[in-house]
């Protein structure tokens, strides 16, 4: 929907300011014996006629007395009214002046007033804000997103309540969210799913977080809207707005950082000339080059990052419509560990037990990358229009290619330049949707939605040696989602249907191994020929409904029930074999059938002047869920598989129930202007039921805290602040020794800081921070890093930022 921002033209008035909460106001009481009749409350929600958007700031009289102003939800409260008729007057300079008479009696009257729009001024229409999530949900931008600046999208994450990162050798991650990662969690850019090879633990978003202006994290089951495959939720990276008045802005960011000698460089300039109006566009770029990290005893070697990003958009706009093309190239290039090696069953035990990787003393933090490594590179273009209209809402249609290139290189004779795995996966995807005008059923109560279809089409080209298969794809969706808005309560319900087709091009000699294996039957797919096709249907529900509820203006509730079932991927059916940054030897399931999550969630949240916090509880009951982890044979011990490039622990994938459940919880409190204190905790158990044992890979308890001062203005250098924080993180102590291979690591805290502030230099805004992180130098290892077997985490780094933001309007 469209809200509508107003140039007033003509008119001559006096801005008054908005409150976020507009208090109860006593009405003109009546004098003398009378004024026992005085106990009528009138509640009163004012919207735009057309939009049914909240009017916020309008004045609300009664002859010459001024009785309330509306709040940013357009809401205002009189009390102690006088039985009788009462005459308002609603008006905003923008808006026709509603008059009306009220008819009070001996309490509450509850009445929706939607005001026109003067035909006296120049519209310019803007998206408006997205509905209230009814999961939990928290997003980063403005400050908050400034200090992420420089990190990846899993550490950039990780301070979110409910988030935890999968670290892999590679010193790259990506986000956990409340247990679920990789297919089970969904990443949007710019509203458009972010297909990649995710199913590898050591495959890292590629995903350049400059590129956002908001990152969102939606917590729990998001299937009807995002794809059946959210069951764990969804991140939002969300790029700035194109600009709508003529002008220019740029910014630009220098990140210095210590532990992997290096640092990263991003600008953007965003430009809409004067001379075509509604026509906009916007260039972006980013560069990072890194050296190797250091634990505090030893470097990491040959764990180099050398990355760089791309990106260009256009926009046109006129009364009605908008239309928008954009692309994304992501490149990198990242360097492996060179510890991650496994010469024996035996080998791998004795790793686990040293305290540091053997041969160690001979590592360098250089800048060098070499093998084993990855080059990845991503391209995403996008196009976007919208049409509004007047009798029956916006339409858009979205159209978007991606082009996901993945290489692999192990450590090989000199003579082989080569990958030895070359993944390429070509994404078409088309989205058409509709969200209809605000019903109108009575005063307080409207009904919002959204309707959609969606198509895609995917190749995935694979050479190498035997790991996946070529598969093509199609698939369809379609989608509607309903909300009801009363005053103080929504109710939000759900459905999708989606049907996907694949067909895996198996060489017979991968066939074949496949059938000796076990994982296949020789008369499971196709005619076998030189090619052997094997073809998969699947077709999946997904629903939901959830309810908010407004205590008071300052505090709400929040219930989430939700379904979707996901359709195994293809390496689930037809992984055999290993990668050199994957570092065990894994076994897929071709006859796999849709997991099937149910979930709950409780969300409560308060926002005041000094207080701000949220607290949710989840529970997730999954029916045939998709379990990799490692074969355990008939003694209870893990299985190994020898192979000519060495010893690799066997992981297969079958199906099993689950139950997942947990807690998380984020409250921030300032006392006082200058001081703010802030904690997180985030709890999640995982279980299989089927087999009344731990799931591997759950994030263990994780608790933060943060003290943060903020100084007042001096020598020129405003919204200055030092923050302290700590992170605690216990041992994970649900787990199976034969499953996890080690005992998990000890409990560990890290120590971190940071200052900062911004100055006006001239017409640029100029920010400056200095951070730290493992300040303490801890030597620790984490439960859910694939580097834990064989080397410790990073130790203490300082990363320095400096950001410059400047722009006119023209």
Not at 345 to 371: C, K, N, T
Request: some cysteine.
């Amino acid at each position: 929907m469209h809200r509508v921002f107003i140039i007033v033209i003509l008119i001559a008035a006096t801005s008054r300011g908005v409150s976020a909460q507009a208090p109860p106001v006593e009405a003109t009481p009546a004098r003398g014996p009378s004024a026992v009749a005085c106990t009528a409350t009138v509640d009163g929600h004012v919207v735009d006629r057309k939009t049914h958007e909240p009017v916020a700031g309008a004045s609300v009289s009664s002859g010459a007395n001024l009785l309330a102003q509306t709040d940013e939800g357009g809401r205002f409260t009189l009390i102690r009214v006088c039985r009788g008729p009462l005459e308002l007057a609603i008006e905003r300079a923008d808006y026709v002046v509603d008059r009306r008479t009220l008819a009070i009696g001996a309490t509450a009257i509850s009445v929706e007033i939607e005001l026109e729009l003067s035909s006296e001024v120049i519209l310019i229409e803007e998206e408006a804000p997205d509905a209230v999530e009814m999961r939990s949900a928290t997003t980063l931008s403005g400050a908050e997103l400034e200090k992420a600046r420089g990190k990846g999208l899993a550490e950039a994450l990780a301070d979110v309540p409910g988030v935890s990162q999968l670290r892999s050798a590679s010193g790259m991650g990506k986000p956990i969210v409340r247990g679920q990662f990789g297919r089970r969690l969904l990443l949007l850019v710019d509203g458009i799913r972010h297909r990649s090879q995710e199913w590898g633990l050591d495959h890292a978003p590629e995903i350049d977080p400059f590129v956002a202006s908001k990152l969102t994290v939606v917590r729990g089951a998001s299937g009807v809207r995002y794809g059946p495959d959210a069951i764990g939720g969804a991140v939002l990276v969300e790029p700035p707005e194109l600009l709508r008045a003529p002008g220019y802005a740029a910014e630009a960011h220098l990140i210095g950082i210590s532990n992997g000698r290096g640092g990263a460089l991003a600008a953007r300039v965003q430009m809409a000339p004067a001379a075509v109006p509604g026509l906009a566009w916007q260039l972006e770029g980013s560069l990072k080059r890194l050296a190797a990290a250091s634990t505090p005893d030893y470097a990491l070697d040959n764990t180099g990052v050398s990355e760089w990003n791309i990106g260009a958009s256009v926009g046109y706009r006129r009364q009605g419509i908008a239309a928008k093309l954009s692309y994304l190239r992501y490149q990198a290039e990242i360097g492996v560990c060179s510890c991650l090696r496994i010469e024996s069953r035996e080998d791998f035990f004795a790793q686990i037990e040293r305290e540091r990787p053997l041969g160690s003393e001979l590592y360098e933090a250089d800048i060098e990358i070499e093998r084993p490594k990855q080059a990845v590179s991503h391209d995403l273009a996008i196009a976007r229009a919208r049409w509004s209209f007047d009798r029956i809402g916006t339409a858009q249609a979205t159209y978007s290619f991606q082009y996901d290139h993945r290489r692999e290189y192990d450590v090989v004779r000199e003579a082989i330049t080569g990958p030895q795995f070359n993944f390429k996966l070509m994404t078409n995807e088309l989205e058409l949707l509709l969200e209809h005008n605000p019903i109108h059923l009575s005063d307080h109560l409207h009904l919002r939605g959204t309707t959609g279809v969606v198509g895609v089409v995917q190749a995935h080209r694979y050479s190498g040696l035997p790991l996946v298969p070529d598969y093509s794809a199609w698939g369809v969706g379609a989608y509607a989602i309903e909300r009801l808005i009363a005053h103080d309560v929504e109710i939000e319900a759900g459905v999708r249907y989606d049907l996907l087709a694949r067909t895996a091009e198996i060489e017979r000699n991968d066939f074949l191994r496949l059938v000796r294996s076990g994982q296949l039957a020789m008369d499971a797919c196709g005619a076998i020929g030189e090619q052997v096709d094997c073809a998969s249907r699947y077709h999946t529900l997904s629903a939901s409904a959830g309810a908010l509820y407004r205590i008071t203006d300052l505090w709400s509730a929040k219930l989430d029930l939700s379904t979707a079932s996901r359709p195994p991927n293809p390496d689930e059916q037809y992984l055999n074999g290993a990668a050199p940054t994957f570092p065990v030897l894994g076994l897929g399931k071709p006859d796999l059938e849709p997991e099937t999550t149910y979930s709950a969630s409780v969300t409560t949240s308060v926002a005041s002047e000094h207080v701000t916090g949220e607290l949710s509880a989840y529970a997730n009951k999954i029916d045939d869920y998709i379990y990799f982890a490692p074969a355990i044979d008939d003694a209870g011990a893990p299985i190994f598989d020898v192979t000519i490039r060495g010893a690799f622990p066997r992981f297969v994938t079958r199906p099993v129930d689950a139950v997942f459940y947990g807690i998380d919880a984020g409250i921030a409190v300032a006392p006082v202007t200058e001081l703010e204190l802030g904690a997180q905790a985030s709890l999640v158990r995982a279980r299989n039921t089927s087999e009344d044992s731990p799931l591997v890979f759950i994030p263990p308890d994780r608790f933060r805290g943060t003290i943060t001062a903020k100084p007042p203005t001096f020598g020129g250098v405003r919204n200055a602040f030092v923050t302290l924080s700590g992170t605690y993180v216990r041992r994970q102590r649900s787990f199976d020794l034969a499953a996890d291979f080690a005992a998990p690591p000890d409990p560990y805290f890290l120590l971190g800081a940071e200052a900062g502030g911004e100055m006006q230099v001239g017409d640029q805004l100029v920010k400056i921070a200095l951070s730290g992180t493992n300040l303490l130098n801890t030597r620790y290892r984490d439960y859910t890093s694939l580097l834990r077997y064989f080397a410790d985490q990073p130790g203490w780094q300082v990363m320095a930022r400096l950001s410059l933001q400047f722009g006119k309007d023209l």
